[in-house]
């Protein structure tokens, strides 16, 4: 099992929808969680950190089950810009573990 | 402005000629790494620095050397670079304590081994 699981998709989604991607993490350890965009084959550019309580950045919605080791991103009235990779990164100590990534296309 | 440095963008080298591909950050981050990023795989690390002198593995390190000389730079060195170490590469950097602010990453470069 992949210490860090996301479903690589591609998700097609029409402008305005609402899109939802989930992570499962593997390391009931695991101490930071954040979401990553990448555009292609260019370097990744944080999101937004996940806490526990939940966060929301805009349209942008980020929440931690520990309990169940998942973290899921909520993105509201999709833009024709969110088109990217999403990616899902957890921390334990110094090692960083990445996901695969989500890949999200958003047409007109 | 803040940012990790990293050069060459591209590079094409031939099997067992080393190489050294550099990394430089100013924003005085204690933590550096190195990523490989091959498509299905997503970014796998190479090895990481939490402080001047101070490295360690990460998944992937065979092949690869790192040092960690001064704060600012964290060099990968490829000492007889092989056809499966063709990918992209990035390097990264962050502040301690569990990285509030995430992590800020070079523009990435891209290898070739023939």
């Known amino acids: 099992r992949k210490e860090v699981e996301q479903d690589p998709g591609p998700f097609n989604v029409p402008e305005g929808a609402t899109v939802a991607f989930n992570c499962t993490y593997s390391?009931?350890?695991?101490?930071?969680f954040f979401w990553y965009r990448q555009d292609c084959r260019k370097e990744p550019k944080l999101l937004m950190s996940?806490?526990?309580s939940g966060n929301e950045d805009g349209r942008f919605t980020a929440q931690l089950n520990r309990a169940s080791q998942y973290i899921s991103l909520l993105i509201r009235d999709s833009k024709l810009s969110d088109s990217a990779t999403y990616l899902c990164?957890?921390?334990?100590?110094?090692?960083?573990?990445f996901g695969a990534g989500t890949r999200l296309f958003v047409k007109a | 402005e803040a940012q990790v440095t990293q050069n060459p963008r591209y590079l094409i080298t031939v099997t067992g000629k080393k190489l050294t591909v550099t990394c430089s950050q100013n924003?005085?981050?204690?933590?550096m790494s190195w990523y490989r990023q091959d498509p299905g795989l997503g970014l796998r690390q190479i090895y990481y620095?939490?402080?001047?002198?101070?490295?360690d593995k990460g998944d992937v390190p065979e092949g690869y050397k790192v040092s960690r000389k001064e704060k600012r730079n964290f060099p990968l060195i490829l000492e007889s670079p092989s056809p499966n170490q063709t990918s992209l590469y990035f390097c990264?950097?962050?502040?301690?304590?569990?990285?509030?602010?995430?992590?800020?990453f070079g523009s990435g470069t891209r290898l070739t081994v023939v």
């Open positions: 990264a950097s962050g502040a301690g304590g569990g990285f509030p602010g995430g992590y800020t």
């Open positions: 390391n009931s350890a695991s101490q930071s």
């Open positions: 996940v806490y526990s």
């Open positions: 990164v957890v921390t334990g100590g110094f090692k960083t573990i």
């Open positions: 924003m005085n981050h204690e933590y």
């Open positions: 620095s939490m402080n001047v002198e101070v490295t």
